[in-house]
Each structure stands twice: as C-alpha cells, then as structure tokens.
C-alpha cells in the first residue's frame, strides 16, 4: 500500500515560480518511478515528468527547461520545481508512484490527492 500527499501548490502571477513536494509512504519493491501529472479542467490528465529510483528524468516537451523533478535522499519526497509558469499551466497536479518501462513511465493505482496550481495573467 502506498500514500501520497501533495502540497504546495497556490494562486502565482505568469512568470512566477512554485514548489510542490509529493511525500510518499509505504512502498511496493516493484514501484521504481515517481510522476507528476496534471489535469486541467477539461482535458485529460497528462504526465508531466517523472524520476526514476536511479535518478533518471524525463519531461513532458511543455516542461522541458522550466520545471524540475527531483527527489529527497531517502526518495519519500518528491519535487516539481516550476518556473516560469504560465496561465496554461493552471491544472490540478498529482504525484503518482509507478513503474518506468523502456522509456515510459507507467502509473499505477497510487495517486495523491491533488494540488490546485493557479496561474493569472
């Protein structure tokens, strides 16, 4: 069984940066990956980037060059540094604890409840 908790998300100006931090308990061995996803209202949830237990990310092409996953040293924590926001990434983000294969990561069942990020123009 896994839970996870997300915080940090909040009202910021375009241009503005914001910190989330996803903290994760317990653990399933074959869980290898953490993800952060968004959802917009209206659209589908979408992957937003994702870290491997080695260390390894990767990032959706909207992310690229203005956010950033990383993860604390015991990998429980983990975070999406977002700069440079603008009004289109206003969404819901969750974190979610999954498994990376060939190259994709691969959610699984475990999702945190949601932070609203809330980007004005």
């Known amino acids: 069984q896994v839970q996870l908790v997300e915080s940090g998300g909040g009202l910021v100006q375009a241009g503005g940066s914001l910190r989330l931090s996803c903290a994760a308990s317990?653990?399933?061995?074959?869980?290898?990956?953490m993800a952060w996803y968004r959802q917009a209202p209206g659209k589908q949830r979408e992957l937003v980037a994702y870290?491997?237990?080695?260390?390894?990310?990767n990032y959706a092409d909207s992310a690229k060059g203005r956010f950033t996953i990383s993860t604390d040293n015991n990998k429980n924590t983990v975070y999406l540094q977002m700069n440079s926001l603008q009004p289109e990434d206003t969404a819901v983000y969750y974190c979610n604890k999954g498994i990376r294969v060939a190259a994709a990561f691969v959610p699984s069942a475990y999702w945190g409840q949601g932070t609203q990020v809330t980007v004005s123009s």
């Open positions: 317990g653990s399933i061995f074959s869980l290898n990956a």
């Open positions: 870290i491997t237990s080695g260390g390894e990310t």
